[in-house]
């Protein structure tokens, strides 16, 4: 289930950003952004990652949620004036593994987000579902510069 809260923070980051890009006042803004997600149930984690979302991050995000476990589409998305409301599915990328249904809503402005999400699926047959969130705010207007290597 701890594997469910990259996919989470994923949908959450992309959401705002999905936006029509002809209105660029309705997109997240570019920046340093702090995110806190947490697993609701059927158990409860928390973890909170530091992001940095580039302008380059924001137009990638408009393709649709997703991340580097797992491969999301969302037939089912409305983000519009401060809302967010998106329904689909999603299926690991490696290993293999039966599909999760993801639903979520939530709201939005250009600098903070927070969107609460359900998902369902199936573990050696079994049902197993769940809730899960994320509250996100912008942090800085610019990342902080990279460690040297």
């Given at each position: 289930m701890k594997a469910i809260l990259p996919l989470l923070a994923a949908a959450a980051l992309a959401a705002p950003a999905a936006a029509q890009?002809?209105?660029?006042?309705?997109?997240?803004?570019?920046g340093y952004w702090e995110?806190?997600?947490?697993?609701?149930?059927?158990?409860?984690?928390s973890k909170v990652e530091r992001r940095c979302i580039t302008p380059a991050d924001v137009e990638k995000f408009l393709a649709g949620p997703?991340?580097?476990?797992?491969?999301?589409?969302?037939?089912?998305?409305v983000i519009d004036?401060?809302?967010?409301?998106m329904a689909g599915t999603c299926v690991k990328r490696k290993g293999g593994g039966?599909?999760?249904k993801v639903a979520g809503e939530g709201a939005y402005t250009q600098t903070s987000f927070?969107?609460?999400a359900t998902i369902a699926t199936e573990i050696a047959g079994i049902p197993l579902s769940g809730?899960?969130?994320?509250e996100a705010r912008?942090?800085?207007?610019?990342c902080p510069t990279p460690p040297p290597v």
């Open positions: 890009p002809s209105q660029p006042d309705s997109t997240i803004l570019p995110s806190t997600n947490r697993l609701l149930s059927p158990i409860r984690t997703s991340n580097r476990h797992y491969d999301c589409s969302y037939p089912s998305k004036n401060g809302v967010i409301r039966g599909k999760i927070n969107i609460t809730r899960a969130s994320t912008r942090i800085a207007d610019s």
